[in-house]
């Protein structure tokens, strides 16, 4: 793509092109982790339709994961340890259901109040590119964002900052975008956290057949299952989250 004349320009371009991304999608990739020095990676297949994302993660032919976030009900089941954290995201308890699907797939400028942030954030220019400033109305209060991008319009670098400004709920980093089946994306995507880094490397992603996501079965009925406010899914989420102080659920 050419080089845009202007910050304006470049905007109007992320805008266009990435808003595209909210149709519903289909993909493969490689999560690599490092959470809290505890390493692993795995086969991720994910799909994304509207406001829910489905994705299922193998380790060779073994199905290790499942996680769902269906409007506001968040679910994670660890198959190995046959136990699952599940409920609704409660706008008081940290970014909200919202905050937490766009954290999920980054890619995925459409959402109205992601897309209205963009439209009203300062933009001033950075090495390579330009850096977008601005304030997103989440349903569970204020989003503050820093967005690079580069001089041809395309994601770069993200900063999250919730409640506590001081402190980042996330930074998302971006590859170069590349061609797929259903339009272009991102090589990669990486997410860090305190100690907590995330990386996505996508092989493939392709349209959603029927524009319909397959949901998740229930948890067996051997399963421990228990709620996003109780102890053991709050110490779940931390650890996930890489966070320092466990049970810290932000």
């Given amino acids: 793509m050419p080089v845009a004349s202007n910050g304006a320009e470049a905007r109007a371009r992320l805008l266009s092109e990435r808003s595209a991304s909210s ?3 289909r993909g493969v990739g490689t999560i690599d982790a490092d959470v809290s020095g505890r390493k692993g990676s ?9 406001e829910s994302l489905v994705v299922i993660g193998y380790a060779g032919p073994v199905r290790v994961l499942d996680a769902a976030i269906l409007r506001d009900s968040l679910f994670i ?19 909200g259901a919202d905050g937490v699907r766009f954290l999920l797939r980054p890619w995925d400028f459409g959402a109205p109040w992601v897309r209205h ?3 009203r954030a300062a933009v001033e ?17 204020p989003v503050t964002f820093s967005l690079d991008v580069t ?32 339009g272009r994306y991102p090589r990669w995507i990486e997410w860090t956290r305190e100690r907590a880094r995330v990386r996505l490397d996508v092989r493939d992603v392709d349209r959603l057949p029927g524009g319909r996501l397959r949901l998740l079965p229930p948890p067996p009925a ?15 989420l931390a650890r996930l989250l890489g966070d320092s102080k466990k049970g810290d659920s932000r």
């Fill in 23 to 25: 149709l519903p999608i």
């Fill in 42 to 50: 795995f086969e991720a297949r994910w799909g994304s339709a509207g």
């Fill in 77 to 95: 089941g660890i198959r190995r340890e046959d136990f699952g954290v599940a409920g609704p995201v409660r706008p008081d308890k940290g970014v």
């Fill in 117 to 119: 942030a963009l439209e």
């Fill in 125 to 141: 220019p950075v090495e390579g590119g330009w850096r977008l400033r601005g304030e997103g109305k989440t349903e569970s209060g």
């Fill in 151 to 182: 001089d041809r319009g395309e994601p770069k670098r993200l900063e999250l900052s919730g409640h506590r400004p001081t402190r980042s709920l996330a930074v998302v980093r971006y590859g170069p975008l590349r061609s797929y089946a259903a």
């Fill in 222 to 236: 051997e399963w421990r299952v228990v709620g996003l406010d109780d102890p053991e899914g709050r110490s779940l």
